[in-house]
């Protein structure tokens, strides 16, 4: 690829601004379906009206998500201002994508929860526990740190959750066993690296690598749920022990659905939809369930109210009075 060194350079930039090595391989991307939309020509030779006649047509032939545009967006922008340092100096007119009517979020039953978890084990297990007992994201899980389980408090820390926000919320006490259990298990392995000596810690969020390049090596800054190999960190060259991978929990959790028979299509956001469901149906306000998820806007919570077995209302059908 003629652009191949361009890219390398793009790659060069993100790791010393700090960003995210997803943010990486998303901007990379971008930038690499620019390229090519635009038959592999120079970037410095081409400009605004290029990006907006790719944003075009991300919109109306793509028909991709806003959110996705905005992306590919952020990501042009950054190869010209930042790599290029050829910043686009006026406004770009190209068509909105559109946002489509937002679905009803999927939920379980209580009993559908209960079959589901029953049939799975191990670590996947206690991932899926923790995402319908405390309302969080796969990768929110998956990230969490020992510093952020509380058993004192009965709390779980959520760091750089969606919107580079911190919250906090609850630690179902039947967990609190297993993840003393499973934190046992992570500390033989911490013990167990710090023998390697090309061990090169924990990952770190942001700028945390170099203001406090031995938190990484600290045991507060290791996964709860640490990977079962090492492998060599892909920006640095060194050896580290990441997080779970989330296609793990993935299949494990579509595997359990099937053998229990649910036909619903069940992923680990639907237990987070059925965390926020079957609290407001227990009769916890809007609000306290709206921190609990973090969310920024309560009318993404207020949709959960569409969904609930027993609305506030307790409206029954007058077709039911005839029997």
């Known amino acids: 690829m003629a652009y191949a060194n361009l890219l390398d350079r793009v790659r060069e930039v993100i790791r010393q601004k700090g960003y995210s090595h ?35 047509y991300l919109a109306r032939e793509r028909c991709v998500a806003p959110s996705t ?28 994508a559109k946002q489509p009517p937002r679905p009803l979020p999927v939920v379980l039953t209580r009993e559908e929860v209960r ?15 923790l995402l319908y007992g405390s309302g969080l994201r796969l990768m929110e899980a998956l990230r969490l740190r020992v510093q952020d389980v509380d058993f004192e408090r009965g709390q779980l820390w959520v760091r750089d959750g969606k919107g580079f926000k911190d919250r906090v919320t609850v630690l179902p006490q039947s967990l609190i066993g ?30 945390l690598e170099r203001e406090a390049p031995d938190a990484a090596r600290s045991w507060s800054w290791q996964y709860v749920f640490p990977a079962a190999r090492l492998v060599q960190d892909p920006r640095t060259g060194t050896w580290r022990r990441h997080h779970l991978h989330e296609a793990v929990v993935q299949r494990a959790l579509r595997k359990a659905a099937r053998l229990v028979g649910i036909a619903k299509r069940v992923t680990s956001h639907v237990l987070r939809h059925s965390f926020a469901t079957h609290l407001l149906e227990a009769g916890y306000d809007v609000r306290t369930v709206q921190a609990l998820l973090g969310h920024r806007d309560v009318k993404s919570t207020m949709v959960y109210t569409h969904v609930m077995q027993k609305d506030p209302l307790a409206v029954s059908s007058p077709l039911d009075a005839l029997s």
């Open 115 to 129: 079959r589901v978890l029953d049939a799975m084990e191990g670590t996947p297990k206690l991932v899926a526990q």
């Open 69 to 96: 545009q905005n992306q590919a967006l952020q990501a042009l922008l950054f190869l010209y201002r930042e790599v290029l340092h050829q910043p686009i100096d006026r406004r770009l007119h190209f068509p909105q």
């Open 178 to 207: 297993p993840l003393r259990a499973q934190l046992r298990h992570t500390r033989l392995l911490f013990e167990y690296d710090r023998q390697f000596p090309h061990w090169a810690g924990a990952t770190l969020p942001h700028a």
């Open 22 to 56: 997803r943010t990486e391989q998303a901007y990379v991307s971008w930038i690499r379906r620019f390229i090519i939309f635009h038959n592999e020509r120079r970037p410095q030779e081409m400009g605004a009206r290029e990006i907006e006649q790719f944003l075009t």
